[in-house]
């Protein structure tokens, strides 16, 4: 732990999500996996093996409110920008019951008190002027600096990311 806010292995343990599958999309597996940031937190992404986006959040252990660092991050990281609005973004404060056992002993003895501090982004999908239904998709080519958030029809025959054109299906 060494940057403040940086969330301690027993505190980032109990936000991992026990699994579950893409409704709506592909009935597959979603899966997690973190985001590299200049920030001091975790950034988890949850999606399906096609790129769907469940929930991205962002998770600090801080008495601040990281939102607007959350949002200059993903607004470098989103095409277009503005698929990051304010009212998606989220914040919850997670004090110890709800991260259970091991965290609340954790919490209780590091001072000073304070609870896990987390942004969440979802974009729920949306129609686009054609008509068409859109969802947040992530491209994770490791050509990317950053992973690409992207809104896209998921029932395309092909779809593609802005910045390396790269083709699902």
Same mark, same amino acid.
């Given at each position: 732990m060494s940057r403040v806010g940086?969330?301690?292995?027993?505190?980032?343990?109990?936000?991992?999500?026990?699994?579950?599958?893409?409704?709506?999309?592909?009935?597959?597996?979603?899966?997690?996996?973190h985001l590299a940031s200049g920030l001091p937190g975790v950034w988890t992404v #949850?999606?399906?093996?096609?790129? &769907?986006?469940?929930?991205? @959040?962002?998770?600090?252990?801080?008495?601040?409110d990281p939102t607007r660092d959350v949002r200059r991050a993903l607004e470098r990281c989103t095409f277009p920008k503005r698929l990051v609005r304010s009212w998606d973004l989220r914040l919850a404060t997670r004090e110890g019951p709800e991260l259970g056992r091991a965290a609340e002993r954790f919490l209780a003895t590091h001072p000073? #008190?304070?609870?896990?501090?987390? &942004?969440?982004?979802?974009? @729920?999908?949306f129609k686009a002027k054609d008509g068409t239904e859109r969802r947040l998709l992530v491209c994770r080519r490791r050509a990317h600096a950053h992973p690409v958030f992207f809104a896209a029809d998921p029932a395309a025959r092909r779809w593609g990311c802005p910045v390396c054109a790269r083709r699902s299906r």
């Open positions: 940086s969330l301690p292995p027993v505190l980032r343990a109990t936000l991992r999500s026990p699994g579950g599958k893409c409704y709506r999309h592909c009935d597959r597996p979603i899966r997690e996996f #949850r999606a399906c093996p096609g790129g &769907v986006v469940s929930v991205t @959040y962002y998770a600090e252990w801080t008495g601040r000073p #008190r304070r609870g896990v501090r987390v &942004v969440y982004w979802r974009v @729920y999908p």
